[in-house]
Each structure stands twice: as structure tokens, then as C-alpha cells.
Nanobody, 112 residues
Framework: QVQLVESGGGLVQAGGSLRLSCAASRRIFSINLMGWYRQAPGKQRELVASITSGGYTNYLGSVKGRFTIYRDVAKNTVYLQMNSLKSEDTGVYYC??????WGQGTQVTVSS
């Protein structure tokens, strides 16, 4: 089990940028897959980006080229750099480890 703490959400205008952080309570190189999910009001939670222990990344089609997931192993932290934000990116963003452990979420609101 791992505890995850997200931070970095906020209110931003369309076209702006935010960087989300997910700090893990143990070494992230021992976690097979870490992902960022989001949930918009009235919608199901969806996987936005993921990174494997080997460093392979995967993205939701609508965020490709705008979002980047990366990690700092020394800090046990995974980041989600979000650029060119759109109103449809609004939602609560959650960090996940190996499909089992979740953070508390951080709100991202993009105003048009």
C-alpha cells in the first residue's frame, strides 16, 4: 500500500498551464504503474496519463501533445505538466498507483 498526496490544482484561464504533483509514501520505482485520472462533474473517472516503472508513458487522446507525465525518482514524485488547457480539462485530478491506491484529488478549473 502507498499513500499518495496530490497538489498543484487551481483556477486557470484557457490556454494556461498547471503542474500537478503526486508525492508517494514509498519509492516509486517499485510501483509498476502510476497514473493521473480525472473526473468531471457528472462524468466517469478517466485515465489521462500513465507512466510505468520502466518509464513508458501513455496518454488519453485528447491530451496528447498538451500534457506530459514524468517522475522524479529521488523525490518519489510523479508530475503532470498540463499546457494549453481547455475548459473540458476541468475536473478533479487523482493520482493512482497500480490501480489500487488513490490520492485525495486536486481540483483543476479552466475558465473559458
Amino acid at each position: 500500500q502507498v499513500q499518495l498526496v496530490e497538489s498543484g490544482g487551481g483556477l486557470v484561464q484557457a490556454g494556461g498551464s498547471l503542474r500537478l504533483s503526486c508525492a508517494a509514501s514509498r519509492r516509486i520505482f517499485s510501483i509498476n504503474l502510476m497514473g493521473w485520472y480525472r473526473q468531471a462533474p457528472g462524468k466517469q473517472r478517466e485515465l489521462v496519463a500513465s507512466i510505468t516503472s520502466g518509464g513508458y508513458t501513455n496518454y488519453l487522446g485528447s491530451v496528447k501533445g498538451r500534457f506530459t507525465i514524468y517522475r522524479d525518482v529521488a523525490k518519489n514524485t510523479v508530475y503532470l505538466q498540463m499546457n494549453s488547457l481547455k475548459s473540458e480539462d476541468t475536473g478533479v485530478y487523482y493520482c493512482n498507483a497500480d490501480f489500487t491506491d488513490w490520492g485525495q484529488g486536486t481540483q483543476v478549473t479552466v475558465s473559458s
